[in-house]
């Protein structure tokens, strides 16, 4: 029930790679390192949530204070390799509209 | 009292790290009484959404309490109550601001915190809050065999 973050450089994009659970217990670990990386004007982060298993409204609110710290600073983030059931919660809340997530995995979205 | 069910009930300490331990809990239980496996996982976001907001209320209070869960198993459905007792909250003003994204809101409008419940009454067929000690929060799941009461879809406050 614990979070691993990684990340790399690959070329201008910064890979952050999330194994684990996003929850209220480790959200904040998530939001301080996503942020940190998104304040660097022009990055360009993607982050992996292949496996990433399971997903709640706090990780929806890591998102939304990423895209905000985007926002100011002109950087930006892409959400890849969705569970289903991760891809889901963006689907059901509209977040899907204003978020950029590419490459859904297992199933038909 | 129509039907017999059994009942488990837990306490947890209001602290985040335990939400993850009841939703090990939820898939046990939920498991046990036949849920798919995309039901499951709509159970343990709904369930760790009313934990989260439990240890929330305890975190600003900064009151090491407890939460206390109970799971109700009926032959067709199952109850999840999550209750702290921490203040009441103002009922109208959570309703009032829940509800998904819609086209066009300006990003600024979004609350990291926002989705809770709203997730809570799109992944359950029937939530009800009582506010009067506390915030319990009863979550109801029917088991797909049995269709009865699947347009109960809506959230109910006793105050």
């Given amino acids: 029930m614990n979070l691993h973050i990684e990340d790399f450089k690959e070329g201008q994009v910064t890979v952050l790679k999330l194994a684990g659970e996003i929850d209220a217990y480790t959200a904040p670990q998530l939001k301080e390192k996503l942020l940190g990386l998104l304040r660097e004007e022009n990055a360009d982060v993607q982050v992996d949530l292949e496996k990433v298993n399971y997903m709640d409204s706090t990780g929806l609110g890591v998102f939304i204070s990423g895209l905000k710290t985007a926002n100011e600073v002109n950087s930006s983030f892409t959400l890849v390799n969705l569970q289903e059931n991760v891809y889901r919660l963006f689907n059901i809340t509209g977040l899907n509209d204003v978020m950029k997530i590419e490459n859904t995995i297992r199933g038909g979205m | ?159």
């Fill in chain 2, 1 to 159: 009292m129509t039907k017999p069910f059994d009942f488990v009930e837990m306490k947890l300490p209001a602290k985040s790290e335990y939400v993850g331990v009841l939703r090990l809990t939820i898939s046990g239980v939920a498991n046990r009484m036949g849920f798919s496996y995309e039901e499951i996982e709509d159970l343990k976001v709904a369930v760790s959404e009313a934990i989260t907001n439990a240890v929330k209320h305890a975190y600003f209070e900064d009151d090491q309490g407890e939460v206390t869960i109970g799971f109700a198993l009926y032959e067709d459905k199952l109850e999840v109550m999550v209750a702290d007792y921490g203040d009441s909250f103002d009922l109208e003003k959570v309703k009032e601001d829940i509800g998904p994204y819609e086209q066009g809101m300006p990003i600024d409008n979004l609350k990291e915190g926002g989705f809770g419940l709203f997730l809570i009454d799109a992944l359950m067929d029937k939530v009800e809050i009582n506010n009067n000690h506390g915030v319990i929060v009863v979550m109801t799941k029917y088991l797909q065999e049995n269709e009865v009461g699947q347009n109960d879809d809506q959230i109910s406050t006793t105050q």
